[in-house]
């Protein structure tokens, strides 16, 4: 596998990573709030790309346990 394809695939990975958590607490405050199931599947990249904000809040943090 060329250094390229593990990029692309660390950056494929990372994309589904945010998107998973983002619809993960969707559906939990959706469930808190007694919405409609479909509230949680929003999702709105533009162009294929994670929005800064978005990828701030919900990409991985730089915090370890020990």
Not at 26 to 40: H, T
């Amino acid at each position: 596998m060329s250094i390229a394809d593990k990029s692309r695939a660390l950056m494929v990975r990372e994309h589904q990573q945010v998107k998973n958590r983002q619809q993960s607490m969707l559906m939990r405050a959706a469930q808190e709030l007694g919405l409609p199931e479909e509230a949680s599947h929003y999702w709105n990249p533009i162009q294929g790309k994670v929005d800064t904000n978005t990828r701030t809040i919900y990409g991985p943090s730089h915090a370890s346990m020990s």
